[in-house]
């Protein structure tokens, strides 16, 4: 049965390349399952998009008559298929799944805020970013001490390593991931993968797409 992908039928520019959907195409290129791509529109978010996503986000994922929304939840979903982003023993799952977790909590909860911060050109001097910095500096710390001993987070690269790399990943976009070596160095071998090289250029390419429709 074909999976069906739902993004936005248009975004600006800034977000191309890091809109969450790119996370769910990566995970499907990696396991190569098949899949087609919907669009929700943009701008007006009708009730058919919060029946599939309650907070008017995207992506969600369609397999057969079940509907998940949340990428961390869709991402789990394909990995119990694939053991290319699941290993099979019960040790080896229980770890991938702790450090999907850990991407979407630990991580992300301290990288969205920052870069909410970051893209509005906040003041360096006010004390809110000032406790987002020191929060993430943290976190990247305790990151980068795991990175530094392994090249994916238990081993072999899973879908754990997929949802990591891109919340890092846009840390990496201003430069700010500098500081972390081991950290740069996962992200710059996560985005040399060929299935994520397509799923970034699909992405770009569906977007441009949309660019020339609007003309």
């Known amino acids: 049965m074909t999976l069906t992908l739902t993004t936005y ?53 369609t397999d057969g008559d079940l509907t998940i929304f949340e990428s961390g939840a869709i991402l789990l979903h394909l990995a119990e298929r694939s053991p290319t982003l699941m290993p099979a023993t019960p040790k080896a ?49 305790n990151i980068e001490a795991v990175l530094e001993k392994t090249d994916w987070l238990i081993g072999p690269f899973t879908v754990a390593d997929i949802a990591m790399s891109d919340v890092l990943r846009l840390m990496d976009r201003t430069g700010d991931l500098a500081p972390c070596p081991a950290a740069r160095d996962y992200v710059l071998r996560a985005t040399a993968r060929p299935a994520f090289q397509k799923a970034h250029a699909d992405q770009i390419a569906h977007f441009a797409a949309a660019d020339a429709a609007r003309v």
């Open 93 to 141: 799952r229980a770890e991938v799944t702790t450090w999907l977790f850990a991407a979407l909590n630990s991580m992300e909860l301290a990288t969205v805020p920052w870069s909410i911060f970051k893209f509005m050109d906040q003041p360096p001097d006010n004390p809110i970013v000032g406790f987002f910095e020191k929060w993430l500096a943290s976190r990247l710390q």
């Open 9 to 61: 039928d248009w975004v600006p520019d800034w977000p191309r390349g890091y809109v969450r959907d790119l996370r769910i195409r990566w995970a499907l290129e990696e396991a190569g399952l098949p899949y087609t791509v919907a669009t929700t529109p943009f701008h007006d978010r009708g009730p058919g998009h919060y029946a599939s996503q309650p907070f008017g986000q995207v992506p969600w994922l």
